[in-house]
């Protein structure tokens, strides 16, 4: 049981923030930016895994309350991580939000949390198993009850150009490219799936370890799959509009060229 600090009592700290304001100009965003806090997340496979997110923590301020208490959201976070709680889920993201909202007393908020995940990835042919990161951001919006979320994964995978091998002799000139996704849905999704779908539509997937096998393996099915930066979009945008549980979406593709010192790049948006 806390007990009152008996300073307090005597030399009472006045609590500004909540004092009124009488512009009554009431505020959008308040609150923390760039935060990094270690935590737990779990995906499809279940297992927690843990890395450090940049986090953004934000409440909507009614026009008569003079400021928010910037202090209680990293209070929030702490909570949160603390030993025994369950790791964070795309699923349980909400909880967080509904946390928020109560404990800042606030009629809405927003929470964004950007961090590398990893996927252990096993190469095609040997076998070997080794770590591959991508990068992912996941934004929750709560106003007025309503609850939406953005999930966004940046995958890097090869694309290899289909008038390059179309023109030439033998050989075409290929590239590392990075897949963006951004998807609002509308039924649970994990961050997995998504970035199955960024790789399934490039030229070919990338490891983090192959052996000689395994990059003859990948070289070729390059070869056999050639992508336009065009393709790369069109592809995934038309997985992402086939599945019912995607509301709006916006899919990038950015090739690093390797015959040009600039990239080639295509974005398509739907319904977000």
Not at 108 to 135: C, H, M, N, W
Not at 233 to 246: T, Y
Request: net charge negative; with cysteine; hydrophobic share 40%.
């Amino acid at each position: 049981m806390n007990r009152p600090d008996p300073l307090q009592r005597l030399f009472p700290i006045p609590d500004t923030q909540s004092a009124r304001d009488e512009r009554q100009i009431a505020i959008d965003r308040v609150g923390i930016k760039g935060l990094k806090y270690p935590l737990l997340f779990a995906d499809q496979d279940g297992v927690a895994q843990p890395t450090v997110a940049d986090c953004d923590v934000f409440v909507a301020l009614p026009g008569d309350q003079k400021g928010t208490h910037m202090s209680r959201l990293v209070a929030l976070l702490e909570a949160r991580t603390s030993p025994g709680n369950s790791p964070l889920t795309v699923a349980s993201f909400r909880s967080v939000l509904d946390d928020l909202v109560t404990l800042l007393d606030a009629p809405g908020g927003r929470i964004e949390v950007a961090f590398p995940f990893f996927i252990r990835k096993t190469a095609p042919v040997s076998g070997v198993a080794s770590l591959l990161d991508y990068q992912v951001r996941i934004a929750g919006d709560l106003a007025d009850g309503r609850y939406s979320q953005v999930l966004t994964i940046a995958a890097p995978v090869t694309s290899l150009c289909p008038c390059s091998k179309e023109i030439s002799d033998y050989g075409a000139h290929n590239q590392r490219s990075l897949v963006t996704i951004a998807v609002r849905p509308r039924a649970p999704l994990f961050l997995a799936e998504i970035i199955r779908v960024a790789e399934d539509e490039a030229s070919c997937e990338l490891y983090g370890l192959l052996k000689r096998a395994d990059e003859k393996y990948v070289t070729e099915r390059a070869y056999n799959n050639p992508r336009f930066v065009e393709d790369l979009v069109r592809g995934v945008a038309a997985r992402l509009a086939e599945d019912p549980r995607v509301d709006g979406f916006v899919v990038e593709a950015e090739n690093f060229e390797s015959i040009h010192n600039h990239s080639a790049y295509a974005r398509i948006a739907r319904g977000l």
